[in-house]
């Protein structure tokens, strides 16, 4: 299919045709992460689908036995939706037990492999695993500056978890020096945290913190100290420092010596996370997530790695398109109301199905009156409607019905389930919204876990009783304040969307309306020229 240089949404319009990609996909370059026309236009005509796809490239060794390095690597890639290419650094004879063998790649074949991938495709994420030499890790980190490789990060692996040296001695200047300034994240455990350290001792928590911020200074931006094999805690504790803050990440422990490449796939999903454009932190606490609530898997680094594995290839499976949240979806967000249906004598199902074809991009069931039975049953038929259309549905308040009719998601208020509960019941496969007010509020959603804010009431309403009204002011504050996309909600319409999309904040994603939707004689239509508006002005912000 010919495409000719065109206006900006006609080449994107386009390019979509071209390529199979994942909806979330479509909808982020189409609207949000807009390329220069050029570049758009090269990756329609020259690239592959995979200049679209969110990349890591994994520089690590082979594990025979597929529990870590490469292989795990590329399974935990998956399993978060990413693609990954990969660099073999060395050939490992290697099973559950141990490694029974290594035969390291030639530092001039790295650089050769290394070249191949990085010459061909878009990498946003360099991850590094078994590195056996100086001399590779020297034409590693040339390479990643030559092409200017977005984000690196390191797993400083050195010894396997059987106690087999896989980067010896030799290789510490290398990181030390070389690998560790360039490293957005490294994901030390105690032992390898103590070898980048001149083999000092670390005994407790405190120790993880100081050592997290000696490696710091090292060169390295993140640093999250794996305390798995910490003596003497019920709890796996791992310390996350930024160089500003630390933050105590910790979960049940489970006693297990099943840990074989824990490390791989620990790191190489949070490389997934950041080649999607998730946060540091929050990268960091959703590759921990997914083990959280289930009674085998812990947050924490002491898994059962096969299982642990298997667990997340499941969560990929199963939770398909719900997994991975985008905040592009909150654009035009409908929060239906069924005082507003009976009105207009439609079902809740006619509802939801009018907004989606107007052009809603998310859509929350806000149900405050139906008995759990009838919530769960009008929930079932609106999620099966808003997958037929790739539209998330979310769940007012009740995360129990969000389990039941398998929800995307839930939206939870101050006074509901909070945000960190919720997430250990849900797993990170579901999307967690929560209204904040208050930048502290918006503060600890981000540190809780949540995916985005809804912020209001930004003008008075009376779909909520006694809500108090925060204004564009107070809404700037919340978007000024948070990590994660807000979006708007209270009294919110047509005649004012604009003033509200109008404030300065990158991160407020769109306005969230019940009755400027809902309390209208045709929900399509006043949906439809919403959307219309949104669109004119995120085009237009461009
Ligand atoms: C998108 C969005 N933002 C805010 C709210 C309000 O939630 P909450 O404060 O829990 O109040 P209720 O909706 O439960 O009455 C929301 N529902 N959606
Ligand atoms: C459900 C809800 N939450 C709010 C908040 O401020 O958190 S305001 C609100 C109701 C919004 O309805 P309408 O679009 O009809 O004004
Ligand atoms: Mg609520």
Same mark, same amino acid.
């Given at each position: 299919?010919?495409?000719?240089?065109?206006?900006h949404?006609?080449?994107?319009?386009?390019s979509?045709?071209?390529?199979?990609?994942?909806k979330?996909?479509q909808?982020?370059?189409?609207?949000?992460?807009?390329?220069?026309?050029?570049?758009a236009y090269?990756a329609?005509?020259?690239?592959?689908?995979?200049?679209?796809?969110?990349?890591?490239?994994?520089?690590?060794?082979?594990?025979?036995?597929?529990?870590?390095?490469?292989?795990?690597?590329?399974?935990a890639?998956?399993?978060?939706?990413?693609?990954?290419?990969?660099?073999?650094?060395?050939?490992?004879?290697?099973?559950?037990?141990?490694?029974?063998?290594?035969?390291?790649?030639?530092?001039?074949?790295v650089?050769?492999?290394?070249?191949?991938?990085?010459?061909?495709m878009?990498?946003?994420?360099?991850?590094?695993?078994?590195?056996?030499?100086?001399?590779v890790?020297?034409?590693?980190?040339?390479?990643?500056?030559?092409?200017?490789?977005?984000?690196?990060?390191? @797993?400083?692996?050195?010894?396997?978890?059987?106690? @087999?040296?896989?980067?010896?001695?030799?290789?510490?200047?290398?990181?030390?020096?070389?690998?560790?300034?360039?490293?957005?994240?490294?994901?030390?455990?105690?032992?390898e945290?103590?070898?980048?350290?001149?083999?000092?001792?670390?005994?407790?928590?405190?120790?993880?913190?100081?050592?997290?911020?000696?490696i710091? @200074?090292?060169?390295?931006?993140?640093?999250?100290?794996?305390?798995?094999?910490?003596?003497?805690?019920?709890?796996?504790?791992?310390?996350f420092?930024?160089?500003?803050?630390?933050?105590?990440?910790?979960?049940?422990?489970?006693?297990?010596?099943?840990?074989?490449?824990?490390?791989?796939?620990?790191?190489?999903?949070?490389?997934a996370?950041?080649?999607?454009?998730?946060?540091?932190?929050?990268?960091?606490?959703?590759?921990?997530?997914?083990?959280?609530?289930?009674?085998?898997?812990?947050?924490?680094?002491?898994?059962?790695?096969?299982?642990?594995?298997?667990?997340?290839?499941?969560?990929?499976?199963?939770?398909g398109?719900?997994?991975?949240?985008?905040?592009?979806?909150l654009?035009?967000?409908?929060?239906?109301?069924s005082?507003?249906?009976?009105?207009?004598?439609?079902?809740?199902?006619?509802?939801?199905?009018?907004?989606?074809?107007?052009?809603?991009?998310?859509?929350?069931?806000?149900?405050?009156?139906?008995?759990?039975?009838?919530?769960?049953?009008?929930?079932?038929k609106?999620?099966?409607?808003?997958?037929?259309?790739?539209?998330?549905?979310?769940?007012?308040d009740?995360?129990?019905?969000?389990?039941?009719?398998?929800?995307?998601?839930?939206?939870?208020?101050?006074? @509901?389930?909070?945000?960190?509960?919720?997430?250990?019941?849900?797993?990170?496969?579901?999307?967690?919204g929560?209204?904040?007010?208050?930048?502290?509020?918006?503060e600890k959603?981000?540190?809780?876990?949540?995916?985005?804010?809804?912020?209001?009431?930004?003008f008075?309403?009376?779909?909520?009783?006694?809500?108090?009204?925060?204004?564009?002011?107070?809404?700037?504050?919340?978007?000024?304040?948070?990590?994660?996309?807000?979006?708007?909600?209270?009294?919110?319409?047509?005649?004012?969307?604009?003033?509200?999309?109008?404030?300065?904040?990158p991160?407020?994603?769109?306005?969230?309306?019940?009755?400027a939707?809902?309390?209208?004689?045709?929900v399509?239509?006043?949906?439809?020229?919403?959307?219309?508006l949104?669109?004119?002005?995120?085009?237009?912000?461009r």
């Amino acid at each position: 299919m010919p495409i000719a240089p065109c206006g900006h949404k006609t080449l994107l319009v386009r390019s979509r045709v071209l390529f199979d990609r994942p909806k979330r996909y479509q909808v982020r370059a189409r609207l949000f992460s807009p390329m220069s026309e050029e570049s758009a236009y090269a990756a329609a005509t020259q690239g592959s689908a995979l200049q679209w796809l969110p990349h890591v490239l994994t520089v690590a060794g082979s594990d025979s036995g597929a529990g870590a390095g490469i292989q795990a690597d590329i399974k935990a890639c998956a399993a978060a939706g990413v693609y990954c290419s990969s660099v073999i650094t060395a050939v490992t004879a290697q099973n559950t037990v141990g490694v029974q063998g290594v035969y390291s790649i030639a530092e001039e074949f790295v650089a050769e492999q290394l070249r191949s991938v990085l010459s061909d495709m878009k990498v946003d994420v360099i991850k590094t695993g078994m590195l056996p030499s100086p001399g590779v890790i020297a034409v590693l980190c040339q390479i990643i500056k030559e092409f200017q490789v977005g984000t690196v990060v390191v @797993d400083p692996v050195m010894v396997s978890t059987s106690g @087999d040296i896989l980067s010896g001695p030799s290789t510490l200047t290398g990181f030390l020096e070389q690998l560790l300034p360039l490293a957005d994240i490294v994901t030390p455990n105690l032992k390898e945290a103590s070898a980048l350290l001149g083999g000092i001792f670390l005994d407790t928590v405190g120790d993880m913190r100081s050592a997290a911020k000696s490696i710091h @200074d090292l060169g390295a931006r993140n640093v999250l100290v794996k305390g798995g094999d910490l003596r003497g805690s019920s709890d796996a504790i791992d310390i996350f420092f930024d160089g500003e803050q630390f933050h105590e990440l910790s979960g049940p422990r489970i006693m297990t010596r099943n840990t074989h490449g824990t490390g791989c796939t620990l790191a190489s999903y949070i490389a997934a996370e950041l080649a999607k454009g998730t946060p540091m932190l929050l990268a960091v606490q959703v590759s921990l997530h997914p083990f959280c609530f289930c009674a085998c898997f812990t947050a924490g680094i002491l898994y059962a790695t096969l299982a642990k594995q298997l667990f997340i290839m499941i969560v990929g499976l199963i939770s398909g398109p719900n997994s991975r949240f985008s905040a592009d979806s909150l654009l035009l967000y409908a929060v239906t109301d069924s005082r507003m249906n009976r009105k207009w004598s439609r079902s809740m199902a006619e509802a939801v199905k009018a907004s989606i074809e107007g052009g809603a991009t998310i859509v929350q069931l806000r149900e405050k009156e139906a008995e759990t039975g009838k919530f769960i049953d009008i929930a079932v038929k609106c999620v099966a409607i808003c997958r037929s259309y790739g539209v998330p549905l979310l769940i007012n308040d009740r995360i129990d019905v969000a389990l039941a009719c398998d929800a995307d998601g839930v939206h939870v208020g101050q006074s @509901d389930m909070p945000v960190i509960f919720a997430r250990k019941i849900l797993g990170a496969g579901k999307i967690i919204g929560v209204s904040c007010k208050t930048p502290a509020q918006a503060e600890k959603a981000w540190a809780d876990g949540a995916d985005y804010i809804g912020c209001g009431g930004v003008f008075p309403t009376t779909t909520k009783k006694n809500n108090p009204t925060i204004g564009l002011d107070g809404l700037k504050a919340v978007c000024l304040s948070s990590k994660l996309p807000v979006v708007a909600i209270g009294g919110i319409g047509a005649e004012n969307a604009q003033s509200v999309m109008e404030l300065s904040a990158p991160n407020l994603k769109g306005v969230a309306v019940v009755s400027a939707l809902f309390d209208q004689e045709s929900v399509a239509a006043e949906t439809d020229r919403l959307k219309s508006l949104l669109m004119d002005m995120v085009m237009t912000d461009r």
